[in-house]
C-alpha cells in the first residue's frame, strides 16, 4: 500500500536547474530504498539514484556531481543542476525493499513520473 506521486517537472534550457519531488503514503517507511528512474520513449528505465533508510547514497554516473537526492519522512526530492539535454525524460521515484541494486524490476512500487525537457 505504497502511493508515490512525483512532481516538479518541466521546461528548462541547458545548464539551468529543477527540483523534483516524490510525496509518499502508505507504507514507503517500510522499505529500504527510495529512487528515482528515468525514461524516454522507446527506451529501457534507467537508473538515476538512490537513497537509503540510513543514507547511503548511489548515483549514475552520468548524473553524479549534477544531481543530489535527498528526503524527509514521507516526501523523496531530486536536486537537478547543469541539466543537459540528454536528461530529458520522464522521472519516476520507486521504492525497493533491497540495497544497491540499479534494475527496475527490483523496485516494486512506482510513481506515475513527471516530465523534465531540456533544451539546448
Known amino acids: 500500500q505504497v502511493q508515490l506521486v512525483e512532481s516538479g517537472g518541466g521546461l528548462v534550457q541547458a545548464g539551468g536547474s529543477l527540483s523534483l519531488s516524490c510525496a509518499a503514503s502508505?507504507?514507503?517507511?517500510?522499505?529500504?530504498?527510495r529512487g528515482w528512474f528515468r525514461q524516454d520513449p522507446g527506451k529501457e528505465r534507467e537508473f538515476v539514484v538512490a537513497?537509503?533508510?540510513?543514507?547511503a547514497t548511489n548515483y549514475a554516473d552520468s548524473v553524479k556531481g549534477r544531481f543530489t537526492i535527498s528526503r524527509d519522512d514521507d516526501t523523496l526530492y531530486l536536486q537537478m543542476t547543469d541539466l543537459k539535454p540528454d536528461d530529458t525524460a520522464t522521472y519516476y521515484c520507486?521504492?525497493?525493499?533491497?540495497?544497491?541494486?540499479?534494475?527496475?524490476?527490483?523496485?516494486?512500487?512506482w510513481g506515475q513520473g513527471t516530465q523534465v525537457t531540456v533544451s539546448s
Open positions: 520507486a521504492v525497493s525493499e533491497y540495497w544497491n541494486s540499479r534494475e527496475s524490476a527490483d523496485f516494486g512500487s
Open positions: 502508505g507504507r514507503a517507511h517500510t522499505y529500504y530504498t
Open positions: 537513497i537509503s533508510l540510513v543514507g
